[in-house]
Protein backbone atom coordinates (compact mmCIF):
# COMPACT_ATOMS: atom_id res chain seq x y z
CA UNK A 1 0.00 0.00 0.00
CA UNK A 2 1.03 3.20 -0.84
CA UNK A 3 0.15 6.77 0.11
CA UNK A 4 0.57 9.90 -1.39
CA UNK A 5 -0.12 13.46 -0.43
CA UNK A 6 0.53 16.43 -2.46
CA UNK A 7 0.66 20.21 -1.24
CA UNK A 8 2.20 23.25 -3.41
CA UNK A 9 -1.04 24.20 -4.70
CA UNK A 10 -2.47 28.06 -4.06
CA UNK A 11 -3.13 31.04 -6.31
CA UNK A 12 -1.32 32.78 -8.84
CA UNK A 13 -1.30 34.99 -11.75
CA UNK A 14 -0.85 33.90 -15.31
CA UNK A 15 3.05 33.74 -16.24
CA UNK A 16 4.32 32.67 -12.78
CA UNK A 17 5.40 29.55 -11.83
CA UNK A 18 4.65 26.77 -9.06
CA UNK A 19 6.40 23.28 -7.82
CA UNK A 20 3.85 21.09 -6.48
CA UNK A 21 5.55 18.17 -4.60
CA UNK A 22 4.13 14.57 -3.67
CA UNK A 23 4.89 12.48 -0.28
CA UNK A 24 4.50 9.05 -0.61
CA UNK A 25 5.02 6.28 2.41
CA UNK A 26 6.16 2.80 2.01
CA UNK A 27 10.04 2.21 1.09
CA UNK A 28 8.80 1.27 -2.60
CA UNK A 29 8.67 4.30 -4.01
CA UNK A 30 11.63 3.59 -6.36
CA UNK A 31 9.90 1.06 -8.07
CA UNK A 32 6.89 2.99 -9.47
CA UNK A 33 6.18 5.61 -11.86
CA UNK A 34 4.97 9.07 -10.71
CA UNK A 35 2.27 10.38 -12.93
CA UNK A 36 0.38 13.77 -12.37
CA UNK A 37 -2.92 14.72 -13.73
CA UNK A 38 -5.53 17.40 -13.31
CA UNK A 39 -9.24 17.66 -13.50
CA UNK A 40 -10.61 21.03 -13.75
CA UNK A 41 -14.22 22.12 -13.10
CA UNK A 42 -16.42 20.21 -15.18
CA UNK A 43 -14.33 17.72 -17.19
CA UNK A 44 -12.47 14.70 -16.85
CA UNK A 45 -9.34 14.18 -15.26
CA UNK A 46 -6.21 14.66 -17.90
CA UNK A 47 -2.93 13.22 -18.20
CA UNK A 48 -0.07 15.99 -17.44
CA UNK A 49 3.05 14.03 -17.19
CA UNK A 50 5.00 11.23 -15.42
CA UNK A 51 8.59 10.07 -14.43
CA UNK A 52 9.40 6.50 -14.87
CA UNK A 53 11.20 4.09 -12.75
CA UNK A 54 14.36 5.49 -14.39
CA UNK A 55 13.66 8.99 -14.73
CA UNK A 56 12.57 8.95 -17.81
CA UNK A 57 10.00 11.88 -18.40
CA UNK A 58 6.71 12.73 -20.99
CA UNK A 59 4.52 15.22 -20.89
CA UNK A 60 1.17 16.14 -22.35
CA UNK A 61 1.31 18.79 -25.59
CA UNK A 62 -0.22 21.33 -23.32
CA UNK A 63 2.52 21.18 -20.73
CA UNK A 64 5.66 20.72 -22.87
CA UNK A 65 8.11 23.29 -22.05
CA UNK A 66 6.19 24.73 -19.54
CA UNK A 67 6.33 22.08 -16.82
CA UNK A 68 8.69 19.31 -15.51
CA UNK A 69 8.86 16.64 -12.90
CA UNK A 70 11.31 14.98 -11.65
CA UNK A 71 11.63 12.40 -8.33
CA UNK A 72 14.24 12.31 -5.60
CA UNK A 73 14.10 8.41 -3.95
CA UNK A 74 16.05 9.26 -1.18
CA UNK A 75 12.86 11.71 0.15
CA UNK A 76 9.90 9.56 -1.50
CA UNK A 77 8.71 12.90 -3.23
CA UNK A 78 7.85 13.26 -6.75
CA UNK A 79 7.72 17.09 -7.65
CA UNK A 80 5.82 18.76 -10.46
CA UNK A 81 7.07 21.93 -11.40
CA UNK A 82 5.17 24.72 -13.19
CA UNK A 83 6.51 27.05 -15.49
CA UNK A 84 4.79 30.17 -17.39
CA UNK A 85 1.21 29.38 -15.97
CA UNK A 86 -2.04 29.97 -18.05
CA UNK A 87 -5.35 30.56 -16.47
CA UNK A 88 -6.49 27.29 -18.53
CA UNK A 89 -3.66 25.06 -16.01
CA UNK A 90 -6.80 25.93 -13.19
CA UNK A 91 -7.49 22.55 -11.79
CA UNK A 92 -6.82 20.02 -9.17
CA UNK A 93 -3.90 18.54 -9.37
CA UNK A 94 -3.40 14.78 -8.78
CA UNK A 95 0.09 12.88 -8.13
CA UNK A 96 -0.74 9.10 -8.97
CA UNK A 97 1.64 5.95 -8.61
CA UNK A 98 2.27 2.67 -10.90
CA UNK A 99 4.07 0.30 -12.37
CA UNK A 100 4.05 1.34 -15.55
CA UNK A 101 4.36 5.06 -17.48
CA UNK A 102 1.82 5.67 -18.64
CA UNK A 103 -0.73 8.50 -19.48
CA UNK A 104 -4.08 6.33 -19.10
CA UNK A 105 -5.25 6.57 -15.06
CA UNK A 106 -6.23 3.05 -15.15
CA UNK A 107 -2.58 2.54 -15.37
CA UNK A 108 -2.36 3.80 -11.54
CA UNK A 109 -2.55 2.18 -8.53
CA UNK A 110 -2.22 4.31 -6.04
CA UNK A 111 -3.91 8.53 -5.90
CA UNK A 112 -3.29 11.43 -3.79
CA UNK A 113 -6.29 13.40 -2.40
CA UNK A 114 -5.45 16.14 -4.80
CA UNK A 115 -3.80 20.00 -4.59
CA UNK A 116 -5.95 22.87 -5.85
CA UNK A 117 -4.08 25.38 -8.65
CA UNK A 118 -5.99 28.36 -9.77
CA UNK A 119 -4.24 30.86 -12.27
CA UNK A 120 -5.44 34.59 -12.53
CA UNK A 121 -5.63 36.16 -15.73
Known amino acids: QVQLVESGGGLVQAGDSLRLSCAASGPTFSRYAMGWFRQAPGKEREFVGVISRYDNCYYADSVVGRFAISRDNAKNTAFLQMNSLKPEDTAVYYC???????????????WGQGTQVTVSS
Open 96 to 110: AAGRNGASRRAEYDY
